[in-house]
């Protein structure tokens, strides 16, 4: 599935819901479902830049694919992980190479987050982009 398809989807899961405040709680919820991140990845090397909260960022590669894994420290960007991990893990290198940071205004999280955890949230599209360029 192509990065635009699972931005669609995601933002068609965010707008089944009217407030903001059911949207801040689906968010939550969904970070509840991040696998478990083991404490020896939360290095600096792995601390994504430009976060409110402390986000570690980890990427595996699989012949051309690349995958990621990721936490948080903050119960609300741990969804904002989940969402950024389901968008561009599992993806091609020359994939990850294209992306740009519209994804936030393409999922209307603007509206949702403040503009510290968007920063955040392009701090972590950056960090997955300095891993495809190095791969």
Known sequence: MSIKKRVEDIKEDLDFFE???????????LGKKLPDFE????????LVHGC??????ICEQKENKLFFYGTSD????????????????????????????DVIKELGLSEV???????GVIGMIKKIKEYALKA
């Open 19 to 29: 407030e903001e405040l059911a949207k801040y709680e689906y968010i939550i919820d």
């Open 39 to 46: 404490d020896s990845y939360k290095i600096p090397e792995n």
């Open 52 to 57: 409110t909260s402390q986000v570690w960022l």
């Open 74 to 101: 903050a119960i609300i960007v741990k969804g904002l992980v989940y969402i950024i991990l389901g968008i561009f893990s599992d993806s091609t290198i020359d994939e990850l190479k294209q992306i740009d940071m």
């Open 113 to 119: 987050i403040t503009p510290n955890r968007q920063s």
